[in-house]
């Protein structure tokens, strides 16, 4: 019942940054944890970072002091603030709504190339 929709991707150098959204419509009050998922060429789609209803936040070990997941409840939306990107960052990101019922929701995906 809900829809998600990222934005925020793109082209960038190296050690710099940028900032993905994720704006949520429908039945957000069924939402239990939100998360950032990353598919890079030739691997497997990987959890980056995820915060629950509660505010607690997980990120994957190889993001951890670089990337910062935070919510905005008054805009539905989830942030992805991800600074000292590395070429191996370079991924199409997907943004995924989990359920309370263990259902899921997963927006279109945004690119986001790292150059070196």
């Known amino acids: 019942q809900v829809q998600l929709g990222e934005s925020g991707g793109g082209l960038v150098q190296a050690g710099g940054s940028l900032r993905l959204s994720c704006v949520a419509s429908g039945s957000i009050f069924s939402i239990n944890v939100m998360g950032w998922y990353r598919q890079a060429p030739g691997k497997q789609r990987e959890l980056v970072a995820s915060i629950t209803s509660g505010g607690t936040t997980k990120y994957a070990d190889s993001v951890k002091g670089r990337f910062t997941i935070s919510r905005d409840n008054a805009k539905n939306t989830v942030y992805l603030q991800m600074n000292s990107l590395k070429p191996e960052d370079t991924a199409d990101y997907y943004c995924?709504?989990?359920?309370?019922?263990?259902?899921?929701?997963w927006g279109q995906g945004t690119k986001v190339t790292v150059s070196s």
């Open positions: 995924n709504a989990h359920y309370w019922d263990s259902r899921d929701s």
